[in-house]
């Protein structure tokens, strides 16, 4: 089974940092792209960053200039850094990751969620 285990969030005031952090771990022949969703109060889960496998990168119009994603290749992990938080960040932040694996190809796994939450 490949499972992605998510930490790093928490309470954090505008203007704030957080890092969020990614493994994924299983029966993993490749990892193509992995990225961060979120869900916030009253909205629709929505494309937060993602990275491919060539380091390519692509974020949501909201975070440009704020967030940033990276990844670690040989430890299968990828990072998200928050910086100038504000309050309408706050949400569920899921990692995603699409894995291939030798007998079900590729794969769409998902976190379990970690909660950010940023005070005014």
């Known amino acids: 089974q490949v499972q992605l285990v998510e930490s790093g969030g928490g309470l954090v005031q505008a203007g704030g940092s957080l890092r969020l952090s990614c493994a994924a771990s299983?029966?993993?022949?490749?990892?193509?792209?992995m990225g961060w969703y979120r869900r916030a109060p009253g909205k629709q889960r929505e494309l937060v960053a993602l990275?491919?496998?060539?380091?390519?990168?692509n974020y949501a119009d909201s975070v440009k200039g704020r967030f940033t994603i990276s990844r670690d290749n040989a430890k299968n992990t990828v990072i998200l850094q928050m910086n100038s938080l504000i309050p309408d960040d706050t949400a569920v932040y899921y990692c995603?990751?699409?894995?291939?694996?030798?007998?079900?190809?590729?794969?769409?796994?998902w976190g379990q969620g970690t909660l950010v939450t940023v005070s005014s």
């Open positions: 995603n990751a699409e894995v291939y694996t030798k007998i079900d190809g590729y794969l769409q796994v």
């Open positions: 299983g029966s993993i022949v490749r990892i193509n792209v």
């Open positions: 990275t491919t496998s060539g380091s390519s990168t």
